[in-house]
């Protein structure tokens, strides 16, 4: 059995068991590919009630809930909590990245499917994960790279990672997906399209191998290893007969 039928069967199981027993049921973070086979799923997966949360908007890595409140009559919160990652002595620590803080997390024996996106500010870690994993963290956890840590879990979503949503205007022929993308990430044309054959494009939380698809507004583009953005709305055309396009960059 393949990685993709062991998960569709997961959630095929997940979503009859909330129907079922009248409870809610959650997956693990999910990848964006394992995000695609789940909304593949969805029409099928429907009648069980389906909703995605990764701890705060604009999140890669998500969990899946299924339940219906309205059937079930109450609400179940995502069982998720975001830790700070923060440096002892902050002026005297590594300048410390994403690989830096997944790395040190992975050392300690965790399952990628526990942890969500990873979030760094100003060498501050700030990580979305599982509630039953964060004692472990938090106890364990103490050094990224040659820099001494204290881990603690956040009252509530610090300001400082909340998304933020740049607006960006710019010029194409067309509304073909891999033009826009080359644009918003000054790319060549060749090497748009190559994002597409490394099903690295993602479409509403679909996967994208089409380079000339059209994108419709409010589309959410996402581009691993490049960034997320919304294709807002087509502005108008230039004297050259080009369009204007508004997207909003997540920054």
């Known amino acids: 059995m393949t990685q993709d039928e062991v998960l569709r069967k997961r959630l095929s199981e997940l979503a009859e068991k909330s129907y079922q027993s009248s409870i809610y049921t959650f997956t693990n973070f999910l990848s964006e590919a394992e995000m695609d086979t789940a909304l593949q799923m969805e029409r099928e997966l429907s009648y069980a ?11 890669q890595r998500r969990m899946i809930r299924f339940g219906d409140p309205e059937q079930l009559g109450y609400e179940e919160e995502f069982p998720i909590v975001c830790l700070v990652m923060e440096p002892l002595i902050r002026k005297f620590a590594d300048d410390l990245t994403h690989r830096d803080f ?13 942890l969500g996106d990873i979030v760094v500010k100003d060498r501050v870690g700030y990580l979305f994960c599982l509630e039953r994993i964060a004692p472990y963290i938090i106890q364990e956890l103490d050094q990224v790279r040659h820099t ?10 610090p300001e400082e990672i909340k998304p933020v949503e740049e607006e960006q205007t710019i010029i194409v022929n067309a509304e073909r ?9 000054h790319l060549s044309r060749s090497q748009s399209i190559d994002l ?15 380079n000339s698809y059209v994108c419709k507004e409010q589309d959410t583009i996402s581009v691993r290893g490049y960034g997320k953005f919304v ?11 080009r369009l204007s396009i508004r997207i909003l960059r997540y920054v």
């Open 231 to 241: 294709f807002a709305k087509v502005q108008g055309t230039t004297g050259k007969g």
């Open 102 to 114: 997944l790395g040190a997390l992975m050392n300690l024996g965790i399952e990628r499917e526990l």
């Open 196 to 210: 597409f054959r490394e099903k690295k494009v993602f479409v509403c939380g679909r996967q994208c191998e089409n």
């Open 148 to 157: 001494h840590i204290r881990v603690y879990e956040a009252e509530k979503l």
């Open 49 to 59: 009630g389906m909703k995605l949360w990764g701890g705060m908007e604009g999140t």
């Open 177 to 185: 997906l891999d033009a826009v993308i080359a644009k918003v990430y």
